[in-house]
């Protein structure tokens, strides 16, 4: 069926897939069915997993209902102009048995879709969190108290708004190939399928349960993390950055350098203090972290990291086919990991930044 991003253009991924089974089995018994797109991130194991683990619906929430992220997430997908993401939403809710008329009606008219007032003031939240990230933080959250969303609820589609952004961002700028799963509405073994995925994906999908409080202490993202004690959202997230820092692939240094230009792109108040101090302890000056803040380089860069400073500025706003003709010239230059790894640094950095306006800075 035609969506609203079929305008969109969208060039061939620079990144062969890599089958790792062990993988696929973990995708598999935590997603009840197969992710074939998890082949392509391979290569980073905590880029793959992270696509895994932190989707809300494995037992991450306490109160939001499923329909409502659903949504939020197919806007926020549209909003970003992420084919992959936007298909996969939209045959997800297909699958679950909404009919393209109402599916379609969603999409061109939020007004019109015969939606309750909070799920209507979710998804225009989701909206303003993508469009104008921090800048626009103060508002969505008072538009999503006044329609009688409590402090909870909402640090919840924060943070399904956040791992929408981190996923969208992922699957455009490494062009992951998206005909696959637009057709698959399609294909007559899919319809005939339909009832039994929708029971797979009911089953797959669970609330969590309360933490106890005293989540991890993760620099440079401390505060974003406590921000969810009590959460699951806090271990899984927690567990996420570890492993992120913890990756031999790309250099503390240039992974704190791409969060640094992502946190300074976006005006974010959250970390930008820790970014720099653990910048200092890599030994790069306040006045090196300062020039390259404005001028996206300085002498005292290495190769990779000049190559991928200016590229992380790029992921903040962008057109797909601008931005994936510059992953196809930077895979010339980088080998498959750096470039992967760097595409999933800034995108996380992209909806951390997002995120922590919404529930760190919040009164």
Request: charged share 25%.
């Amino acid at each position: 069926m035609a969506t609203a991003l079929d305008h969109v253009a969208w060039e061939p991924c620079p990144f062969e897939p890599q089958r790792d089974r062990a993988l696929e089995t973990y995708a598999r018994r935590k997603q009840r069915m197969p992710n074939p797109a998890l082949a392509y991130f391979a290569p980073v194991p905590w880029f793959a997993r992270a696509l895994v683990d932190l989707h809300p619906e494995y037992g991450l929430l306490l109160r939001l209902d499923y329909e409502v992220m659903d949504l939020v997430q197919l806007v926020v997908s549209q909003e970003n102009s992420c084919r992959f993401c936007y298909a996969a939403v939209r045959a997800m809710l297909w699958a679950q048995g909404m009919s393209r008329a109402r599916i379609e009606r969603i999409e061109q008219d939020l007004a019109r879709a015969d939606l309750p007032p909070r799920t209507l003031a979710a998804i225009a939240f989701g909206r303003s969190q993508s469009r104008t990230g921090p800048a626009g933080a103060a508002a969505a959250r008072e538009a999503l108290a006044r329609a009688g969303v409590g402090a909870e609820e909402m640090r919840e589609i924060a943070f399904a708004v956040a791992l929408t952004d981190f996923s969208n961002r992922a699957h455009s700028i490494a062009a992951i190939p998206s005909r696959p799963m637009e057709r698959m509405p399609e294909q007559l073994h899919v319809r005939l399928m339909r009832p039994l995925m929708n029971l797979m994906l009911r089953r797959s999908r669970f609330h969590g349960q309360r933490t106890p409080e005293g989540a991890a202490s993760v620099p440079p993202h401390s505060r974003l993390v406590r921000a969810y004690e009590g959460s699951p959202i806090a271990a899984a997230l927690g567990r996420t950055l570890e492993a992120l820092w913890a990756s031999p692939v790309l250099t503390r240094r240039c992974k704190l350098l791409i969060f640094a230009v992502v946190s300074r792109g976006l005006s974010c108040q959250t970390c930008p203090h820790e970014i720099v101090s653990g910048l200092r302890r890599e030994g790069i000056s306040d006045a090196t972290v300062a020039q390259v803040l404005t001028h996206l380089d300085a002498p005292e860069l290495d190769p990779v990291e000049r190559l991928l400073v200016p590229f992380a500025r790029e992921t903040i706003w962008y057109e797909p086919a601008t931005i994936q003709r510059r992953v196809r010239a930077l895979r010339e230059q980088l080998a498959k990991p750096q470039l992967l790894e760097a595409i999933g640094v800034a995108s996380l950095a992209n909806g951390l930044c997002r995120l922590g306006a919404m529930v760190v800075d919040a009164p």
